[in-house]
């Protein structure tokens, strides 16, 4: 089951006594606790029937007996168990599961883990409760998951905004909310995101970015790509080489694709290579103006200069003057 839907049933008051959130993506977890902690009792009940335990300093049987008692002058009860990978003993909590209590609702937040599922607690849970089991988002997901999420909060953003975001942050899906609702405060009446937007409230340059870089290098523009390399010299956080060449390692590889795809149609490719159909174009285009041996080339280079940038065979020379090197070697290659 989704977190979305989780939430969902909630709303409408359809509970069952057990929920257990795990996995790899915090967001998600993070999100239906919150709602857990905040939305399902009244104001009123929380100070009698609301209990929160952390994993680390957690007593199972404390944790047992609290799910055990019932609630005060209400019709239900909320336990969370926050940090749960952290709680020594949580295997004892299977005499609880196997028969929970109808007037509490149990939820339990269990992150960057997954309980075995051969385990008699795996079972236990499939059988009494709702699990929720997480992941990280592949980065070609993360355009369209910020787009909805931004319709959902009752906005649009323009494409060119929405990919120098998700871009700049990547999959730190907490962080893309957080900047997200920074720029609707301060969008007044307005409803669509610029890029302007982003530059201004996140702070990204939407002239001096990674994802400019990108586009300069698949079109071989050197003196574009140049210039954003003197603006990272003067702003080394705007683009630190260990994020740049990540950056410039995922066209080359993504291009090299190209060459094995026999199909013609743009969103086709997308899907064969694993990208978004709005970035295909610029594999296209790369793969277009470097040629087989080119692209070879520029992943050999990456990955030298990728040991240079930490010293191997190389001592003292700056970020900027690698970049500048191997940005000329790349695009003079053929």
Same mark, same amino acid.
């Given at each position: 089951?989704?977190?979305?839907?989780? !939430?969902? =049933?909630?709303?409408?008051?359809?509970? +069952?006594?057990?929920?257990?959130?795990?996995?790899?993506?915090?967001? %998600?977890?993070?999100?239906?606790?919150? %709602?857990?902690?905040?939305? *399902?009792?009244?104001?009123?009940?929380?100070?009698?029937?609301?209990?929160? %335990?952390?994993?680390?300093?957690?007593?199972?049987?404390?944790? #047992?007996?609290?799910?055990?008692?019932?609630?005060?002058?209400?019709?239900? &009860?909320?336990?969370?168990?926050?940090?749960?990978?952290?709680?020594?003993?949580?295997?004892?909590?299977?005499?609880?599961?196997?028969?929970?209590?109808?007037?509490?609702?149990?939820?339990?937040?269990?992150?960057?883990?997954?309980?075995?599922?051969?385990?008699?607690?795996?079972?236990?849970?499939?059988?009494?409760? =709702?699990?929720?089991?997480?992941?990280?988002?592949?980065?070609?997901?993360?355009?369209?998951?910020?787009?909805?999420?931004?319709?959902?909060?009752?906005?649009?953003?323009? &494409?060119?905004?929405?990919?120098? $975001?998700?871009?700049? *942050?990547?999959?730190?899906?907490?962080?893309?909310?957080?900047?997200?609702? +920074?720029?609707?405060?301060?969008?007044? =009446?307005?409803?669509?995101?610029?890029?302007?937007?982003?530059?201004?409230?996140?702070? *990204?340059?939407?002239?001096?970015?990674?994802? =400019?870089?990108?586009?300069?290098?698949?079109?071989?523009?050197?003196? +574009?790509?140049?210039?954003?390399?003197?603006?990272?010299?003067?702003?080394? +956080?705007?683009?630190?080489? &260990?994020? !740049?060449?990540?950056? $410039?390692?995922?066209?080359?590889?993504?291009?090299?694709?190209?060459? /094995?795809?026999?199909?013609?149609?743009?969103?086709?490719?997308?899907?064969?290579? /694993? #990208?978004?159909?709005?970035?295909?174009?610029?594999?296209?285009?790369?793969?277009?103006?470097?040629?087989?041996?080119?692209?070879?080339?520029?992943? $050999?280079?990456?990955?030298?200069?990728?040991?240079?940038? #930490?010293?191997?065979?190389?001592?003292?020379?700056?970020?900027?003057?690698?970049?500048?090197?191997?940005?000329?070697?790349?695009?003079?290659?053929?």
């Amino acid at each position: 089951m989704s977190a979305e839907k989780i !939430i969902s =049933e909630w709303k409408r008051k359809v509970y +069952k006594p057990i929920y257990w959130l795990e996995g790899e993506e915090g967001f %998600f977890i993070d999100k239906v606790m919150d %709602f857990a902690e905040h939305h *399902i009792l009244p104001e009123s009940e929380v100070s009698f029937n609301l209990t929160v %335990f952390y994993g680390k300093d957690a007593n199972w049987a404390d944790v #047992v007996n609290a799910c055990c008692r019932y609630p005060m002058f209400a019709e239900r &009860q909320v336990v969370l168990l926050k940090e749960a990978q952290q709680m020594r003993d949580i295997d004892k909590l299977e005499s609880y599961i196997e028969k929970p209590l109808a007037s509490t609702i149990f939820v339990v937040s269990y992150k960057e883990k997954k309980v075995d599922g051969r385990s008699r607690l795996a079972k236990l849970l499939k059988e009494k409760g =709702e699990m929720l089991s997480t992941k990280k988002m592949y980065e070609s997901q993360l355009p369209e998951w910020t787009r909805e999420l931004i319709q959902s909060k009752g906005n649009t953003i323009s &494409q060119k905004a929405l990919f120098l $975001l998700v871009d700049h *942050i990547g999959n730190d899906l907490s962080r893309i909310d957080n900047e997200i609702d +920074k720029v609707l405060v301060n969008l007044g =009446e307005r409803k669509n995101i610029t890029e302007d937007d982003i530059e201004k409230y996140v702070g *990204i340059s939407k002239e001096y970015n990674p994802f =400019e870089l990108q586009d300069a290098f698949a079109k071989k523009d050197l003196v +574009k790509a140049i210039r954003i390399i003197q603006y990272f010299e003067a702003n080394p +956080k705007a683009g630190p080489i &260990q994020l !740049i060449l990540p950056t $410039l390692y995922n066209l080359f590889s993504k291009t090299y694709m190209i060459f /094995g795809q026999s199909a013609k149609d743009e969103k086709l490719i997308a899907s064969n290579i /694993g #990208v978004n159909p709005y970035f295909v174009k610029d594999y296209m285009t790369a793969a277009k103006n470097y040629g087989y041996e080119g692209v070879e080339n520029a992943l $050999l280079l990456l990955h030298t200069y990728n040991l240079k940038s #930490v010293g191997v065979n190389d001592i003292g020379t700056s970020d900027a003057s690698l970049m500048k090197e191997m940005t000329a070697k790349i695009l003079y290659a053929n």
